[in-house]
Each structure stands twice: as structure tokens, then as C-alpha cells.
């Protein structure tokens, strides 16, 4: 568990002290953390004994500790796909697809342990609301997440706006956003600075319900989420796994789409009577009459 996430988790027991380091630790995360002692102390107005029994709760040794956990969590999310690179062979004992595929399933499992039911429920519920818009938006490849999410989404509810990359674009859609609506962001280690700028526009200019789907370590747009989903990726090879954002993904879907089933079936039914008439087939072609296609 990262520190941050841990601070997160024991936030309901703190003092009003603890409360006021918590604070300055998350809004500049992991950085507020790697002041000296008697920086944090000033900066959150509390005394030095404080911090040290702040770092206690987190079960640091003491704020040495604290800080060095803090360097290897920057560490872990700026690595590269070299860095990752196991250093064992992964095809080693019994083939590399039923070895990847265990890497992966032990993945997905931990995932399944660490969502918290509560959060997942908040989501569904944010996201089922048909008063309010859902804007998606991910990386550079964890876009292609973002995409999956809005396509299933807009199956089940209308209202559903993926967020093109080009920042261009952006104003028109923060511009429609109101603090009724939800902003779900995709971002995983070598996290994209422009999904930061974007979420902290968004917020200062609209306030809409901001959703992060992100790995252990934590994009910094989490920082301004009132939600946060944070996933195992690692598998020990040059590339992270995205199964488990997937997995999630689908969840929503289904739980959304079973929990409104009357309001689901009426949008498949006009959905799909819409394509007979627009003569779409599977293969997307609607160019040509349904008797002259191939």
C-alpha cells in the first residue's frame, strides 16, 4: 500500500493535528512529504512531536523512513519499460503464456481485494445518475480504456462524452461541465502531465465529481479526485497489465446496466432498431443496401 493510500485509510481515526499534515503531505504528493521535519511542522502549524506520531500511525519508524518511502514510490511510477524488465525468465518452468497468464490472474485477484466495495457502489451509483453527464478521458495508451468505458456506456445511458486527446478541444467540454456531473480519468505510471492540467482546469472552472483509475502508486490527478480506484499493474515484465482496469470497466457496466435493466432493455431495443434502420451490419458497413453487400 502506498503512503498516500494509507493516509487516506486512517484518516477517520486522526487528531486535528494530523489532519492539518495529512493536508499539506496531499496537496503537493509525494513532494509535501520530503521537507525537512521542521519545514512540515511550519507549514501544517503543528509541532515536530506531532509529525513524528503522524508517521507512527502510518507505521513509519520515524520520519526518515516516512521520507524514504516516499522516494521509492517516485521512484516505482517514473520507471521505464527497461526498468521493469524482470531480470528471471518468465517461460522459465512451464512456457511463457501459462506463466504470463498466472502473473496476470494473481493480478486481477488482488484487484478484486483491494476496490473497496463502498467506493465501487459510490461510482455506480455517480455514473447510473441520468442527471448527470459523464465525461472520459485517459492517456496516451490508457485512452484506449477510456474508449472501452464510453462505448459500453453509451449502451446503457446517454449523456456519455469521451474527451479527445488534442487539448485544443478541451474548452468545449470543460465549458458544458457542471458540479453535478462526473469527469472519469485513466492514468497509470509514467503518468501524462496533461491529464493533471486538464483535471485541475476542470475543477477550478466547473467542480464536476472526478473518478481516477490509476496503479498502486497514484497519478497526481488523484490528488483531486473524491474517488479513487487504484489497480495492481505490475506483472515483472517491460509492460504493465491493464486486465485489471478492464475488469473494473466491465464491472460498471454490468452493475449499472442490471441495476437500471428496464431503463437498459428500452435504450437496447431503440438502439438496435435504429441500426436495422440505418442498415448497419456488423461490419459497419452502411454504405451500401443490406441486399448489394457482400
Known amino acids: 500500500m502506498t503512503v498516500k493510500a494509507q493516509i487516506l485509510s486512517v484518516s477517520e481515526e486522526m487528531t486535528a493535528a494530523e489532519r492539518k499534515i495529512s493536508a499539506v503531505v496531499l496537496a503537493d504528493y509525494p513532494f509535501g512529504g520530503l521537507a ?15 509529525i513524528t506520531r503522524f508517521v ?24 521505464s519499460p527497461i526498468d521493469l524488465r524482470a531480470t528471471q525468465d518468465i517461460s522459465a518452468r512451464r512456457g511463457f503464456l501459462p506463466a504470463y497468464f498466472e502473473r496476470v490472474r494473481s493480478r486481477l485477484e488482488q484487484a478484486a481485494a483491494d476496490v473497496p466495495e463502498e467506493t465501487f457502489e459510490a461510482v455506480c451509483a455517480l455514473i447510473a445518475d441520468p442527471k448527470r453527464a459523464v465525461y472520459v478521458m485517459g492517456g496516451r495508451v490508457s485512452d484506449s480504456l477510456a474508449r472501452f468505458l464510453a462505448i459500453n456506456l453509451r449502451l446503457v445511458r446517454k449523456g456519455v462524452h469521451h474527451i479527445p486527446a488534442d487539448p485544443e478541444m478541451w474548452p468545449d467540454y470543460i465549458q458544458t461541465m457542471t458540479s453535478r456531473d462526473v469527469v472519469v480519468l485513466f492514468d497509470f505510471r509514467r503518468y501524462q502531465p496533461s491529464l493533471l492540467r486538464f483535471a485541475e482546469t476542470a475543477s477550478r472552472t466547473a467542480r464536476p465529481q472526478i473518478v481516477v483509475v490509476t496503479d498502486q502508486w497514484l497519478s497526481p490527478v488523484a490528488q483531486l479526485a473524491q474517488r479513487i480506484f487504484a489497480l495492481p499493474i505490475a506483472v515483472g515484465t517491460a509492460w504493465d497489465t491493464l486486465v485489471g482496469p478492464l475488469a473494473l ?21 431503440a438502439w438496435d432498431g ?3 434502420r440505418l442498415r448497419i451490419d456488423p461490419s459497419g458497413d452502411a454504405s451500401l443496401p443490406a441486399s448489394r453487400r457482400d
Do not use: H, M
Open 274 to 276: 435504429l441500426r436495422d
Open 249 to 269: 470497466i466491465e464491472a460498471l457496466v454490468v452493475k449499472i446496466s442490471e441495476d437500471e435493466w428496464e431503463n437498459t432493455r428500452a435504450r437496447f431495443e
Open 56 to 79: 507512527a500511525k502510518l507505521g513509519c519508524a520515524g520520519y526518515q523512513e516516512f521520507q524514504r518511502r516516499l522516494i521509492d514510490e517516485l521512484k516505482e511510477g517514473a520507471r
Open 36 to 50: 525537512s521535519i521542521q519545514e512540515l511542522a511550519e507549514r501544517a502549524k503543528v509541532s515536530a512531536p506531532s
